[in-house]
């Protein structure tokens, strides 16, 4: 279990969030800046939040198994 707490926590470690964007143009319409910056940050880390589903779906079986197992 320890092991799938450290590849998650090696996922989360490496993802870098930048913002950016003028104030004003925010003020303006701040729904559409956060689509874009979300819309940016999932592109961005798409490959990471991939691995970290499948760490999930791997760390549910092996509790599930072991819960079997008991």
Known sequence: MKEFVNKIKSLKDNINVDL???IAEII???KSW???VA???LAQNADKIIQARK???EFG???HSNKKKL
């Open 55 to 57: 760490l999930g779906e």
């Open 28 to 30: 303006v319409d701040p």
């Open 39 to 41: 819309e940016t940050l």
């Open 34 to 36: 956060a689509e874009q």
């Open 20 to 22: 950016k964007g003028d």
């Open 61 to 63: 079986r092996t509790i």
